[in-house]
């Protein structure tokens, strides 16, 4: 990987992504009033449109130059630094989440729906997979709000190709499944 060529990328799509980014992160750091039927509900969009909103990212291929090895690790102490500092906050969501969704976290998925030799079943849980989406986020919108676009795009982007894009799919396929198959029922924008 090399450097970033261009640090400060503008683009709509990174701008609205930001935002939304903003908005699922805010969601699982406030405090809820509904019941948590109502808080899977819009869990179940928000993420929706979290996934949509990463298609329309531009791609990372963007950002990079030659390589220079001693920048880049220099970049990469720094970002594992502000990880760290993120942690708590992490933690304290991973709490709130258990607590809303109860009997629901768990449940089963084949991992590789190609992968024809084992597809056996695996557990799954929503805790984690919104919990990770909820890191790689967060950790893109600190970069967003101290002026590092290209930092956030990077964030965002691949870490939607390689890690939190898979967590949001099982997720939004269980939440889907307990909408449409059990006792969930479906998010409503305008409840009148």
Known sequence: MGDFVNPYISHPALATFAQLADEFCGFLEGEEASPSRGFIQRLHHLLSRLY??????????????????????????????????????????????AGYLGEID???????PYETSN??????????DISDIYRDL???????????????LWEWRFNFEVHWGEHA????????????????????????
């Open 119 to 128: 597809a056996e079943p695996v557990g799954g849980s929503l805790v984690d």
């Open 52 to 97: 949509l909103g990463a298609l329309e990212l531009p791609h990372t291929d963007v950002l990079f130059g030659p390589e220079n090895d001693d920048e880049e690790a220099s970049n990469a102490q720094a970002d594992n630094y502000r990880r760290e500092e993120l942690e708590q906050q992490i933690r304290q969501v991973v709490a709130r989440l």
């Open 169 to 192: 799919i099982s997720a939004i396929r269980a939440i889907h499944t307990r909408a449409a198959f059990y006792d969930l029922g479906w998010f409503n924008a305008d409840p009148t």
């Open 138 to 152: 967060l950790a893109g919108l600190r970069q967003w709000e101290r002026g590092e676009s290209g930092a956030a």
């Open 106 to 112: 768990y449940y089963l998925e084949v991992f590789d």
